[in-house]
C-alpha cells in the first residue's frame, strides 16, 4: 500500500476554482484517482490518471477538472474550475498496482490505497 494525503480543499463560491493535491509516498501505482463522497452518497470516481499519463474522467466532471500527476514530486492534482454546488463533498485521492483498462479506473472496488480526505464545500 502507498501512504496517501490530500490538500487544497476548502469554501469556495460557485463558478469558482480549486486545485487539490494529493502526495504519495514511497510504492508503484498504475492508477491514481480522485474520488468524492457527499453527504448520503455514496463515493464515486471522478478522474484517474495512469502512470504513463491516460486519464480518464466522469462524466460529470469531464471538461471542468483536470487531473495531473508530476512523477518527479509523487503528487497528483485535481484542478477544478467552473465549481457548481453539487460538486460540494469529501475528496479523496487513491492509488492502485492493478492494471486496469481506463473505465474501471473510476471504480472504488480496485483502489487498496486512500487517504483521509479533504472537504471541498462550494455554495454562495
Known amino acids: 500500500q502507498v501512504q496517501l494525503q490530500e490538500s487544497g480543499g476548502g469554501l469556495v463560491q460557485p463558478g469558482g476554482s480549486l486545485r487539490l493535491s494529493c502526495a504519495a509516498g514511497?510504492?508503484?501505482?498504475?492508477?491514481m484517482g480522485w474520488f468524492r463522497q457527499g453527504p448520503g452518497k455514496e463515493r464515486e470516481g471522478v478522474a484517474a490518471?495512469?502512470?504513463?499519463?491516460?486519464?480518464t474522467y466522469a462524466t460529470s466532471t469531464e471538461g471542468r477538472f483536470t487531473i495531473s500527476q508530476d512523477l518527479a514530486k509523487n503528487t497528483m492534482y485535481l484542478q477544478m474550475n467552473s465549481l457548481k454546488p453539487t460538486d460540494t463533498a469529501m475528496y479523496y485521492c487513491?492509488?492502485?498496482?492493478?492494471?486496469?483498462?481506463?473505465?474501471?479506473?473510476?471504480?472504488?472496488?480496485?483502489?487498496?490505497?486512500w487517504g483521509q480526505g479533504t472537504q471541498v464545500t462550494v455554495s454562495s
Open positions: 487513491a492509488a492502485t498496482a492493478r492494471a486496469l483498462d481506463p473505465p474501471l479506473a473510476l471504480s472504488t472496488i480496485y483502489y487498496n490505497s
Open positions: 490518471i495512469r502512470s504513463d499519463g491516460v486519464p
Open positions: 514511497r510504492g508503484t501505482s498504475s492508477w
